[in-house]
């Protein structure tokens, strides 16, 4: 039988695919570290190799993957011109993704980063998504409207970034069932939720005239659930 092997070094290569480009380390982490942190002086796709071996080199491997990193432009940031109590989101479910929060205390909240906050979806799988606002706060129609940025380009205006809307609606929760595209492409993503009052349509980055935005990370995935 195969023992597991500690690993005492690591060294990480980190190269633009094609053109100029630059990673660099940082937080205090290096191209050694186990978890490193790296920040880009360009957008596009990068490739990744790591390289590992124990205290003696007599146990190493490694891998190389091309287009592993995609950098794109930042996202836009979406606003609204008024807070209103009775539209907002108070939950949000997607797969392992479950969140709730106090609705309408501000017009934008960016939980992309925090990786409690994210699930993993994979290519051709349907899943349920649920986005809801609290159920004694109903005194105005909501619209409520879902993007996810299938190809990771930074923008929300591709055709198939919106998955679902909810016009007009008094309902407390509304339920969608998304499939992943399989030609979306791997790695991670964001996905935006954007309310507004229901005669009102959403704009994926603003100006809503009311409501709120909330954006959340999604990792893409290939196909790999067991029968």
């Known amino acids: 039988p195969t023992s597991v092997q500690c690993i005492d070094h690591y060294k990480w290569t980190i190269t633009k695919s094609s053109g100029s480009g630059t990673a660099f380390y940082v937080n205090g982490t290096g191209s050694s570290s186990a978890n490193p942190q790296v920040s880009f002086s360009d957008t596009g796709f990068y490739n990744v190799k790591l390289y590992v071996d124990n205290?003696?080199?007599?146990?190493?491997?490694?891998?190389?993957?091309?287009?592993?990193?995609?950098?794109?432009?930042?996202?836009?940031?979406?606003?609204?011109?008024?807070?209103?109590?009775?539209?907002?989101?108070?939950?949000?479910?997607?797969?392992?993704?479950?969140?709730?929060?106090?609705?309408?205390?501000?017009?934008?909240?960016?939980?992309?980063?925090?990786?409690?906050?994210?699930?993993?979806?994979?290519?051709?799988?349907?899943?349920?998504?649920?986005?809801?606002r609290n159920a004694n706060l109903l005194s105005n129609s909501i619209n409520r409207t879902v993007y996810i940025d299938w190809n990771q380009d930074g923008k929300f205006t591709d055709p198939g970034d919106i998955v679902?809307?909810?016009?007009?609606?008094?309902?407390?929760?509304?339920?969608?069932?998304?499939?992943?595209?399989?030609?979306?492409?791997?790695?991670?993503?964001?996905?935006r939720i954007a309310t507004n009052l229901g005669t009102d349509a959403n704009k994926p980055c603003g100006v809503n005239q009311y409501g709120e935005y909330q954006d959340y990370r999604l990792y893409i995935t290939p196909y790999n659930i067991l029968p």
């Open 164 to 191: 679902g809307s909810d016009s007009n609606s008094y309902s407390t929760t509304w339920t969608k069932k998304v499939t992943v595209p399989k030609n979306a492409t791997i790695g991670a993503t964001v996905m």
């Open 55 to 132: 205290l003696n080199g007599a146990q190493k491997d490694s891998v190389t993957i091309t287009k592993y990193i995609h950098v794109h432009v930042p996202y836009c940031t979406p606003s609204v011109n008024s807070i209103n109590s009775s539209i907002g989101i108070s939950s949000v479910i997607l797969n392992t993704l479950k969140n709730g929060t106090v609705q309408a205390q501000q017009g934008y909240t960016d939980f992309v980063n925090d990786s409690g906050l994210s699930t993993t979806l994979a290519l051709g799988v349907t899943y349920t998504l649920s986005v809801s």
